[in-house]
């Protein structure tokens, strides 16, 4: 299947220092996207990249993408305590995918102390 | 105000019965989904409609019976619920990509179902 797969599955750092995760996936994509889900929420949409970009920033968030190796990564710069939230990377299943089919992963658990 | 909406946010019943769980979104979006997060997670697809539609069902038991009265609703129905059907379930609505693939999804906050 396509199911992404966050890594590692569980991240544990402290305020200020940069937390980087990952993403692998199995086929071919049109975009792949990074959601942030706090305990009991709804999943927030982060970031969305494109197949053929290799790397977006959104605020300290920043986002690369290896088409070739079938991965992504997440890097939060600076974290703060109130980024703690599981992290999920999302993707369809590239050209001619049905239209809303995402892949999610399990998500990495990130937690940020003070 | 809420974009994506659903209730109720905690559901407790007994195997056997019927539940029903309600979504609305005010984002004008054509698409909408539910999606079912599992004890350890796992998110995934279980139905989307556009425009009232059906575009997928992800073999999902016929238990589940997903219903939209128009564009701006999708409830989901779940008869003869079982222990296994214990989960989170979102709502979600998405408007689509410019390139015509899946663009952002917007969550609701989840319902919470445990079956005893």
């Known amino acids: 299947s396509q199911q992404g797969e966050e890594d590692p599955q569980a991240l544990s750092i402290q305020e200020g220092e940069n937390a980087t995760m990952n993403c692998s996936y199995k086929t071919s994509i049109n975009n792949l996207q990074w959601y942030r889900q706090n305990s009991g929420r709804g999943l927030v949409h982060l970031i969305l990249i494109r197949s053929n970009e290799r790397e977006k920033h959104s605020g300290r968030l920043r986002v690369t993408l290896d088409t070739s190796k079938k991965s992504s990564s997440l890097l939060i710069t600076a974290s703060r305590a109130a980024d703690t939230a599981s992290y999920f990377c999302a993707t369809d299943s590239g050209r001619g995918s049905t239209l809303g089919r995402l892949y999610f992963g399990r998500g990495t658990q990130l937690t940020v102390w003070p | 105000d809420t974009a994506v909406s659903q209730t109720p946010k905690y559901l407790v019943t007994q195997m056997g019965n019927d539940k029903s769980i309600k979504c609305e979104q005010n984002l004008g979006h054509d698409t909408m989904y539910w999606y079912k997060q599992d004890s350890k997670k796992f998110l995934k697809i279980m139905f989307s409609?556009?425009?009232?539609?059906?575009?997928i069902n992800e073999t999902v038991p016929n238990r589940f019976s997903p219903k939209s009265p128009d564009k701006a609703h999708l409830n989901l129905h779940i008869n003869s619920l079982e222990l296994g059907d214990s989960a989170v379930y979102f709502c979600?609505?998405?408007?689509?990509?410019?390139?015509?693939?899946?663009?952002?999804?917007?969550f609701g906050e989840g319902s919470r179902l445990t079956v005893l």
């Open positions: 409609y556009n425009n009232k539609e059906l575009i």
């Open positions: 979600a609505s998405s408007q689509g990509g410019p390139a015509g693939d899946t663009g952002e999804l917007f």
